[in-house]
């Protein structure tokens, strides 16, 4: 059983900053690739920002420069730090892992992020 548990996320103003954690437990022996997802009202679910497993990172044009994707190995936990924040970064925002042997994905139960005056 693998479990992916999002936190950090809560209401913010614009400009604001927020940073985001998944952590992963379970069953799962290597991950092949880290992502985070969301998801607006009435949108369908996009890539925000993903991370490989050789370190290689790539983000949304609509996030570069003002996200950021880490994450920590030990802890086996990833990462967003979103900076000036702006109201359509308004989404449910979601993690998901890709195992390395099988291929298969994880999601997270999702966290909503609000970007509101």
């Known amino acids: 059983q693998v479990q992916l548990v999002e936190s950090g996320g809560g209401l913010v103003q614009p400009g604001g900053s927020l940073r985001l954690s998944c952590v992963v437990s379970g069953s799962i022996f290597r991950i092949n690739a880290w992502e985070w997802y969301r998801q607006a009202p009435g949108k369908e679910r996009e890539l925000v920002a993903a991370?490989?497993?050789?370190?290689?990172?790539n983000l949304a044009e609509s996030v570069k420069g003002r996200f950021t994707i880490s994450r920590d190995n030990a802890k086996n936990a990833l990462f967003l730090q979103m900076k000036s924040l702006k109201p359509e970064d308004t989404a449910v925002y979601y993690c998901?892992?890709?195992?390395?042997?099988?291929?298969?994905?994880?999601w997270g139960q999702g966290t909503q992020v609000t970007v509101s005056s």
């Open positions: 991370i490989t497993r050789g370190g290689s990172t």
């Open positions: 998901k892992v890709e195992a390395l042997i099988s291929s298969r994905s994880y």
